[in-house]
């Protein structure tokens, strides 16, 4: 728990340019204008948004926000240092990242001697020249500098004399945090914790005997935003910031070390997105350095939307969230054994590290053939089922789960058939209509890589039985298509309802084509989504399960709430 001493952390989020770097995610200027707006409002106080000039999208960002700003964050620009033997104020990269109007730069350069002289191809000298002649530049300009040591820590290991002379370099020439990247990410937490804190010895030895005077005081925002302080030919050190991969796994591991050896930024993306096996994830990052370290990073208010923000990115970039994710992932606070969920009921620090709300998620009790008579209870509780354990039926529809998962269903993953089974063992399931039968028929064309599919459903409501039929790309999509059609008339808020996933799993494959098979569909009706499970060794007749208790929970769901409407009023 932070408070009004705890020590400042400055959060930098690089989501907008490294985290696009992962092999498959692409967006677009709005995606990157919605998520920029989002980490504003998490409290994030620096955000990279890209290399102006590199492509057109990124000169476009950068230009909508200056005719509509973030409300408190500082948009950063990134750029490598000007070319070799050339001069800053004619390379033209630097023109574009002046012309995106930020008032902070990033500015990354060499560490690693052989990056230099291999990648670079050109002398260490000049490399150091390359340093101080873009930040002193951009600094001429108004410009204030992070500047990004690249591969620090394999540069360090190799030639520690050298990668120290570099950051030397970018604190004579202005930079107001250098910040020390494990590029390849394949430094361990010891060895970051050791070399953060040697760079803070050597830099304080440097300047002092520079006439620059340390800073040895935790910062306030109003503070660190401030131009360095000059005086009398004194200077402020540069605070320094951790930049890590996460290719040996240990991405969060070695940030929270440098932090604890010294750092004051961390930079990271949303969900550790990032090139190869990503960077450090904010959202592991934040809720460890304040909740345990005692940082204070954003305010408690801004925390409880970690989740929700994490969410948000994962559905702006088209991919799906990590369900397993520590803090924000959906099974993160979920419990499924039966000692584990009695023991959660009675105190829930028995199971868990931290109350979920305070980042935005919230307890999960799953049902499951491991399940006990716990498990059922807490779960009725959830769906505003009153169970008595005391009573039959609580045991019944224990039982009931135990069988039907041996059979195949999985009631974990389609918690709305589990609230369905729950009402019917209490004799309260509506019976909003009946199916009594369908008909897929299919035409597959040679030649054609799509085929058409007509389904015919017979259903009643309320006695009057109606016959119906569809098309559709496919049998399943044409069987959910007559089935709204058949019920649309008795049930408007039908049209509202989509079929948003469809999922589907091969139980005993060895069986071959006589297999049983595991449908999973979720449904939703713009504000909640549900999950409905079908098991059959006939892949329609699973899929008319899930599609059916869809339809049925979506119908279930519009009655409570035409329900609790009517009771407030």
Known sequence: MTTNSSPQLWLYDTTLRDGTQREGLSVSIEDKLRIARRLDQLGIPFIEGGWPGANPKDVQFFWQLQEDPLKQAEIVAFCSTRRPNSTAATEPMLQD???????????????WDLHVTTGLKTTLEENLAMIR?????????????????????????HNRDYALQTLEAAIASGAEWL????????????EISQIVQDVISHLSLVTCTERLVPSEVEVSRSICQQPMTEDKGQRTMPQIGIHTHNDSEMAVANAIAAVMAGAKMVQGTINGYGERCGNANLCSLIPNL??????SCITEDQLTQLTEASRFVSEVVNLAPDEHAPFVGRSAF????????SAVERNPLTYEHIQPEQVGNRRRIVISEQSGLSNVLAKARSFGIKLDQQKAEAREILQRLKDLESEGFQFEAAEASFVLLMHEALGGRQKFFEVKGFQVHCDLIEGKETSNALATVKVAVDGKNILEAAEGNGPVAALDAALRKALVNFYPQIAT?????YKVRILNGHTGTAAKTRVL???GNGRQRWTTVGVSTNILAASYQAVVEGLEYGLLLHSQAEAAVKASS
């Open 97 to 111: 990242i002046l012309a995106a109007g930020t008032r902070w730069v990033t500015i990354f350069g060499k560490s």
């Open 133 to 157: 002649d873009t930040i002193e530049y951009l600094r001429s300009q108004g410009r204030r500098i992070i500047y990004d040591a690249e591969h620090w820590f394999d540069g360090y290991k």
């Open 179 to 190: 910040v020390l990247c494990d590029t390849n990410g394949g430094t361990l937490p010891h």
């Open 290 to 295: 304040q909740l345990k370290a005692g940082y």
């Open 334 to 341: 979920a419990h499924k054994g039966g000692i584990h969920v």
């Open 497 to 501: 309802f989509d079929l948003t996933d």
């Open 521 to 523: 569909v979720e449904s």
